[in-house]
T-cell receptor
Framework: RKEVEQDPGPFNVPEGATVAFNCTYSNSASQSFFWYRQDCRKEPKLLMSVYSSGNEDGRFTAQLNRASQYISLLIRDSKLSDSATYLCVVNSGNDYKLSFGAGTTVTVRA | EADIYQTPRYLVIGTGKKITLECSQTMGHDKMYWYQQDPGMELHLIHYSYGVNSTEKGDLSSESTVSRIRTEHFPLTLESARPSHTSQYLC????????????FGPGTRLTVT
């Protein structure tokens, strides 16, 4: 079983729409959670950390559900520039290694 | 922008050749990582280092080797390239302040013919 699983999408949404998607993680001992963004044929970049109480960064909202072992990302008022693959990332151990999901692709159309 | 560099960006090479993929960072980060990523797939950790003279194999078995003689430099070597090594190789680093924020280089896209 993969450590991090994501719906690959794609999620095709019009500009201005709200889009949300989840990822699940298998290790109940996981400590830290993140969303990274990866543009086509580019390197991943940290979008935001995910805190237990949930957190917002502008139009982006992340939630963590430890009981069900999933995290979510919601994008409000989608922009064309939000088109990317969003990687769910988890740190599960006592070290600094990260486990990456395969990503959820979002395409925002005009 | 992250100050982490990879060369070459693209490499097409024949089977059996020895290659070294270069990765350097100027952020003074102690932790460095090599990932392999195929299209549409997750990143797989193949090597990591938590400091000079410290290297470990990652979660994905790899025939490559790495070295960490200087803090800023973390090269990856394939002694004998095979078509199965065709992939994207991403180098990353992280520092003491934000230990889980990994900064990635632009990647090396390797094709072995």
């Amino acid at each position: 079983r993969k450590e991090v699983e994501q719906d690959p999408g794609p999620f095709n949404v019009p500009e201005g729409a709200t889009v949300a998607f989840n990822c699940t993680y298998s290790n109940s001992a996981s400590q830290s959670f993140f969303w990274y963004r990866q543009d086509c044929r580019k390197e991943p970049k940290l979008l935001m950390s995910v805190y237990s109480s949930g957190n917002e960064d502008g139009r982006f909202t992340a939630q963590l559900n430890r009981a069900s072992q999933y995290i979510s990302l919601l994008i409000r008022d989608s922009k064309l520039s939000d088109s990317a693959t969003y990687l769910c990332v988890v740190n599960s151990g006592n070290d600094y290694k990260l486990s990456f999901g395969a990503g959820t692709t979002v395409t925002v159309r005009a | 922008e992250a100050d982490i560099y990879q060369t070459p960006r693209y490499l097409v090479i024949g089977t059996g050749k020895k290659i070294t993929l270069e990765c350097s960072q100027t952020m003074g980060h102690d932790k460095m990582y090599w990932y392999q990523q195929d299209p549409g797939m997750e990143l797989h950790l193949i090597h990591y280092s938590y400091g000079v003279n410290s290297t470990e194999k990652g979660d994905l078995s790899s025939e490559s080797t790495v070295s960490r003689i200087r803090t800023e430099h973390f090269p990856l070597t394939l002694e004998s390239a095979r078509p199965s090594h065709t992939s994207q190789y991403l180098c990353a680093s992280s520092g003491e302040r934000e230990i889980y924020e990994q900064y990635f280089g632009p990647g090396t896209r390797l094709t072995v013919t």
